[in-house]
């Protein structure tokens, strides 16, 4: 069976290091340098860090059937290591920024677990965060109904124009 | 065998969604298929899988681990994308980290067809545009 893939192109990108302060969380660090910077659409790839608090949720099937899969309540991994993260920025409700991050940590008691990240609940820990950013121009995810799960996730967009010009 | 520099740029990207049931290097392989594209390299990924079998051992392919219980959650993603010389369609070799509904978390190298999306899957990948070697 072939891929039903959704894609758009660009050939205008920009490319950034960012660095989220010390107790900033990871939401905050992100969408107030992007903000200021007229960035709406990017992909993010975190380096491992430390942080000083970290909470994830897990995404067991939704019950009733009403949508595919339900977010539980946040799971508190306290203080722990930021060993991977991936995350897009993009177009959430109402045009407002939305980040979307999946990370895997490493907890204080050495366990390893990891899953949707609470961005805004996730605050680095005392050297702060980097993280390679890639802006794209006349392209990025906005939010959208999926028919088959119910759910409002990321589809990827092209616009006629570019939306930054860095 | 010697190492090689290989010189060359970048071309486009790419902003991906998958959709349901579909698999992940499959769908990053035809991606590449669709476009034209030869080598590229996937910068990040995240999303979630109802399954995932995953290499754990490059020596001994059969050394898998399965990972079960949707939602199985994409954490993170790495990879790139090449002609097989065999096939001459484009190929995909996938690494990532996932964990399951309890958070456990798993490693390795994405089988093909053992990993269908079940939510929706964003990815980026960007084109290489290999020019010359500049060292050997």
């Given at each position: 069976m072939s891929s039903r893939v959704l894609a758009v192109d660009d050939i205008e990108v920009d490319c950034f290091q960012l660095h989220i302060a010390a107790g900033q969380s990871i939401w905050a660090g992100v969408h107030q340098a992007l903000q200021q910077a007229d960035i709406h659409c990017a992909q993010i790839e975190?380096?491992?860090a430390w942080l000083r608090a970290s909470v994830y949720h897990t995404a067991p099937p939704e019950a009733s059937g009403t949508t595919l899969v339900k977010y539980g309540a946040g799971i508190d991994a306290g203080a722990a290591l930021l060993v991977s993260a991936n995350a897009t920025y993009g177009y959430g409700n109402g045009g407002a920024s939305l980040l979307h991050c999946h990370g895997l940590l490493l907890a204080a008691d050495g366990r390893m677990h990891g899953g949707h990240l609470d961005t805004s609940r996730c605050i680095a820990g005392t050297?702060?965060?980097r993280a390679q950013v890639m802006a794209t121009r006349n392209s990025g995810f906005e939010l959208g109904l999926d028919c088959t799960s119910n759910m409002r996730v990321f589809h990827p967009v092209r616009w006629p124009e570019a939306r930054h010009g860095l | 065998?010697?190492?090689?520099?290989?010189?060359?740029?970048?071309?486009?990207?790419?902003?991906?969604?998958?959709l349901c049931n579909d698999d992940l290097v499959e769908s990053v392989e035809e991606l590449c298929a669709s476009?034209?594209?030869?080598?590229a390299i996937v910068k990040g990924g995240l999303g979630s899988l109802f399954r995932a079998r995953l290499e754990q051992a490059a020596a001994d392919p059969s050394r898998?681990?399965?990972?079960?219980?949707?939602?199985?959650?994409?954490?993170?993603?790495?990879?790139?994308?090449a002609i097989d010389a065999?096939?001459?369609?484009?190929?995909?070799?996938?690494f990532g980290i996932v964990a399951d509904n309890r958070g456990a978390s798993?490693?390795?190298?994405?089988?093909?067809?053992?990993?269908?999306?079940?939510?929706?899957?964003?990815?980026?990948?960007?084109?290489?545009l290999p020019e010359a070697v500049v060292a050997s």
């Open positions: 975190f380096a491992s050297e702060g965060l | 065998m010697d190492s090689k520099l290989i010189g060359g740029r970048y071309g486009r990207v790419f902003s991906a969604r998958l476009n034209g594209v030869r080598n898998t681990v399965e990972v079960q219980g949707y939602a199985v959650e994409l954490l993170s993603l790495t990879g790139s994308v065999g096939t001459g369609r484009p190929a995909a070799a996938l798993y490693a390795g190298k994405f089988v093909r067809g053992a990993a269908p999306t079940c939510v929706t899957i964003e990815l980026t990948v960007q084109e290489w």
